[in-house]
């Protein structure tokens, strides 16, 4: 059974304090939320505006042991003719979706937050990944979050929770949009760094104003 951890809780990924053992060959970081609805009347429903989608991003920065991002890596044409930055680097996120060592990837954007379960997943090897990286930071992002006024007071049933490579929940941490929230359009969610030989999880928590992740970004680069 998983074990849920409270904001500034940290476990170890291999081996729980229940002598349980987990597979660190693949693990699935699985991050969902559920949109709070709006009340409103039918008034408000029939000649109000249809509000946006919510559309969260999950995204992962790859630390060295300076806690910094060492290749932001490259900016290339996509085929429908923008400029795309950091493709290919050590940020993981929507435009650039798998990590040149395949042993990090995001499996794909989830527009809406819609169905049950995991809303977005990256997968990692952990056991694979080179020495150079000592800590893989995960947050999420409302894109547009500022112009279309949404932010993590309106979301509920957030968490996020790493499954082994057997399929076993190991743990998850949850938290719900209050009004400590409003206004905060990213939230990094949590950490897994090296230890002594192993891969710690620590439960974070920290909302963000911005609706961009490069604006944390730039507190973890040498730029």
Request: proline share 1%.
């Amino acid at each position: 059974m998983a074990i849920n951890l409270v904001k500034g809780q940290t476990i170890d990924l291999r081996k729980n304090d229940k002598g349980e053992s987990f597979d660190l060959s693949s693990v699935t970081i699985g991050l969902g939320w559920d949109v709070r609805k709006k009340s409103g009347g039918f008034l408000s429903g029939l000649f109000g505006a249809k509000e946006a989608d919510y559309d969260l991003d999950a995204v992962a920065f790859l630390l060295d042991s300076n806690d910094k991002v060492a290749d932001l890596g490259r900016r290339i044409q996509a085929q429908d003719g923008r400029n795309i930055s950091l493709y290919q680097g050590d940020v993981i996120f929507f435009n650039s979706q798998q990590h040149p060592s395949g042993h990090i990837w995001l499996t794909g954007d989830n527009r809406t937050g819609a169905g049950d379960g995991d809303d977005e997943q990256i997968i990692v090897k952990l056991d694979s990944l080179d020495q150079r990286y000592q800590k893989i930071l995960f947050m999420v992002t409302i894109y547009q979050g500022k112009v279309n006024n949404q932010h993590f007071g309106m979301i509920d049933n957030a968490f996020i929770r790493a499954v082994d490579n057997r399929g076993k929940e190991i743990v998850k941490f949850s938290l719900s949009g209050d009004a400590s929230y409003n206004g905060m359009c990213s939230l990094i969610f949590a950490e897994v760094y090296r230890r002594d030989g192993t891969w710690k999880f620590r439960a974070l928590g920290e909302p963000q104003q911005s609706d961009s992740f490069i604006d944390v970004l730039k507190l973890h680069t040498y730029q």
